[in-house]
């Protein structure tokens, strides 16, 4: 792989040829990546898949007009095709009043941030192997476990680089392990199945193999035989592993694009109240060795910790440069690239922060509700807020998780569910986005 001063010096070039060509201002990332991934089932090795590439893409502006091409094809030659085609079509595309990089002023000085992202062991498709095969061992070894889908261990790597016209050259190298398991469980009603994953930046960091195939093996056994219900209201618990979807829904609706289109339910939500007071979502992309760690955006702009909502109330827009000059403000530092088109957003590391109950001692509270962990179909209105999921997970009866369910759909508002929501105490650092358990006190239960 290219080092990345290899790599700033091939976007600078790109960048300079340019606008030797016509551009008046210009951008351009570089990634790189390679990896390997292992997948058995039922003890034998199924497949080794190995992927490796590099690509730059190349933002290129002639006043208002912007254009964006990338390629794979880094020579001298594929270059020169790649500059003349982008800016041919920016001078050709009509005029956007909100186009530009970022503000110069607000761009990364100095060194980049080294986050620990970086893991050199070396992992070969036998340890991979290795790692998938005492996964699927561990979760087949569960009582109940009749079959397995399979598990899978991988490991990969990549350089990000990104240079603009006005300053910013930077880049960052970062590693990933994972490994995952899906097994099936057969009862007198059909079969059941569940899966578990983990993933690091570094090995020594990710979760042991026969951990993820036990937990694996132990959710799907719980599943077998579920029942069906008859409509009703009563409260609904998110288990962790999908709890953190309630902070995704959230993220989607406080983008600068998606508030400049005034396409948001918390359209006017900037300033007030959304969540009861206590509750605390933290941005943190500086964390080390986080999953979602970034030291810059993808216009250059540094990231740092930030409380979306604090004490309940909702404190930013999560804005780009051009959401953020069609709003008449500054960017936030959440802008997303990729190799072709504008930039995006997107958040670093995001938690709902703990709250002051036990799990046990939320659930001990409910006579009678549901404990979802598993979620269906994508059933949630951004604009009007309307919120209606297909689920699967048990009862909760005298507080006490006791049969399995499935067939049903939970259904409420995301405003009435943000300013209702109760954290568990029982937050862990998983996934990259993370919540505890999550009580929603009042839902419509949909089943037959």
Same mark, same amino acid.
């Given at each position: ?71 794979? %094809?880094?020579? /001298?030659?594929?270059? +020169?095709? *790649?500059?003349?085609?982008?800016? =041919?079509?920016?001078? @050709? &595309?009509? !005029? ?22 970086? %893991?050199?062991? /070396?992992?070969?498709? +036998?340890? *991979?192997?290795?790692?998938?095969? =005492?996964?699927?061992? @561990? &979760?087949? !070894? ?42 099936? &469980? ?263």
């Amino acid at each position: 792989m290219l080092t990345i001063d290899a790599a700033l010096e091939r976007l600078t070039l790109l960048i300079d040829r340019a606008k030797q060509a016509g551009a008046t201002a210009a951008d351009a990332i570089y990634v790189e990546d390679a990896s390997v991934s292992a997948q058995v089932r039922l003890g034998e090795l199924e497949d080794v898949s190995r992927s490796e590439g590099a690509e730059i893409g190349l933002r290129v502006f002639a006043g208002n007009q912007v254009a964006s091409v990338s390629t794979s %094809d880094l020579s /001298t030659q594929g270059f +020169d095709a *790649l500059v003349e085609r982008v800016v =041919a079509m920016a001078k @050709a &595309a009509p !005029s956007d009043p909100y186009a530009g990089l970022a503000p110069e002023e607000l761009l990364l000085k100095g060194d980049v941030p080294d986050l620990d992202l970086y %893991d050199a062991t /070396t992992v070969d498709a +036998d340890l *991979l192997k290795m790692d998938a095969l =005492a996964a699927e061992e @561990a &979760a087949r !070894s569960v009582p109940g476990v009749t079959n397995s889908e399979g598990a899978s261990a991988s490991a990969g790597e990549v350089v990000i680089a990104i240079a603009t016209s006005h300053g910013v050259a930077h880049g960052y190298r970062t590693t990933s392990h994972g490994v995952s398991a899906t097994v099936i &469980a057969e009862g007198k009603d059909g079969m059941e199945r569940d899966y578990d994953y983990a993933s690091a930046r570094h090995r020594s960091d990710l979760m042991a193999a026969e951990d993820v195939g036990r937990r694996a093996g132990e959710r799907t056994v719980r599943r077998v035989n579920p029942i069906k219900l008859a409509s009703e209201t009563m409260p609904v618990v998110f288990d962790p592993r999908i709890a953190s979807g309630l902070i995704g829904h959230l993220i989607g609706a406080i983008t600068g694009s998606s508030i400049a289109r005034k396409s948001s339910f918390l359209l006017d939500a900037r300033g007030k109240q959304v969540f009861a007071p206590g509750i605390t979502i933290r941005e943190e992309p500086l964390r080390q060795r986080g999953l979602r760690s970034r030291p810059m955006d993808g216009e250059g702009l540094p990231t740092r910790e930030l409380d979306i909502v604090s004490d309940g109330v909702l404190t930013t827009w999560l804005m780009e440069s051009a959401s953020a000059r069609q709003l008449g403000e500054r960017p936030t530092g959440h802008a997303s690239r990729g190799i072709s088109g504008p930039p995006g957003t997107s958040v670093g590391n995001l938690m709902l922060m703990p709250g002051t109950v036990s799990r046990e001692d939320m659930l001990r509270d409910i006579k009678r509700g549901i404990y979802v962990v598993e979620l269906i179909g994508m059933g949630v209105n951004g604009i009007t807020g309307d919120y209606s999921r297909g689920a699967a997970g048990f009862l909760i009866e005298n507080g006490e998780i006791t049969t399995p369910v499935s067939e049903i759909t939970i259904a409420s508002n995301l405003k009435d569910m943000f300013a209702s929501l109760v954290p568990a105490s029982d937050l862990e650092l998983r996934y990259g986005i993370d919540a505890p358990t999550v009580l929603l006190p009042r839902m419509t239960v949909a089943g037959n």
